[in-house]
């Protein structure tokens, strides 16, 4: 069965920068892409990138690009999503989600990882 | 920024009816972009309830049905249940945004 196992929750000073992993299992690893996606408290849904993990193509939401970078390591089928400067505003859960190109939707997803930037 | 938008709550009671409304523009879901819907219970991840704007993966009661129309989508539940109580999300791809969108989310509660 497909499993998403992402990386524990971590707490973070302002400026600093945090990365979350996200390790794959039950799929073919290369035939699927990774959606990124956060929830600051009590709120909705926010969509922060899409990394292939066949060719390591990305694409960024547009408030975020210029402090995030994803990759892959194949190797050990695990997804990485790196976040810098941070601000209070990054307090968020963040979730990896399973995805393919175009518009097809995000069939698994991650149990979640808490980042908290304290000032 | 969400630009899909969804009612903030509906409520019901059990064995009612509630639906779920889904507005985008001519970027997004009038595009053609398909239309998905999730649902995420309580504290935890959200998972996939609505694919390919009317289609329901493996497990989904038939309860849980989605339709789109022009630049709207929309959710429906049938015979609401107390387990159906949680937050639902949309989705889409935008042109203009050359990235995925999700709705503002509503909360569903089971009166």
């Known amino acids: 069965q497909v499993q998403l196992v992402q990386s524990g929750a971590d707490v973070k000073r302002s400026g600093a920068s945090v990365t979350v992993s996200c390790m794959a299992s039950g799929y073919t690893f290369t035939s699927y892409a990774f959606s990124w996606v956060r929830q600051a408290p009590g709120q909705g849904l926010e969509w922060m990138g899409w990394i292939s993990a066949y060719n390591g193509d990305t694409k960024f939401a547009q408030n975020l690009q210029g402090r995030l970078t994803m990759t892959t390591d194949t190797s050990t089928r695990t997804a990485y999503m790196e976040l810098r400067s941070l601000t209070s505003d990054d307090t968020a859960v963040y979730y990896c989600?399973?995805?393919?190109?175009?518009?097809?939707?995000?069939?698994?997803w991650g149990q979640g990882t808490l980042v908290t930037v304290s000032s | 920024q969400s630009v899909l938008t969804q009612p903030p709550s509906v409520s019901g009671a059990p064995g009612q009816s509630v639906t779920i409304s889904c507005t985008g523009s001519?970027?997004?879901?009038?595009?053609?972009?398909?239309v998905h819907w999730y649902q995420q219970l309580p504290g935890t991840a959200p998972t996939l309830l609505i694919f390919g704007n009317n289609n329901r993966p493996w497990g989904v009661p038939d309860r849980f049905s989605g339709s789109k129309s022009g630049t709207s989508a929309s959710l429906a539940i049938t015979g609401l249940q107390a387990e159906d109580e949680a937050d639902y999300y949309c989705q889409s791809y935008d042109s203009s945004l050359s990235g995925y969108v999700f709705g503002t989310g509503t909360k569903v509660t089971v009166l």
């Open positions: 001519s970027s997004n879901i009038g595009a053609g972009y398909d």
């Open positions: 989600a399973r995805t393919d190109h175009g518009d097809n939707p995000f069939d698994y």
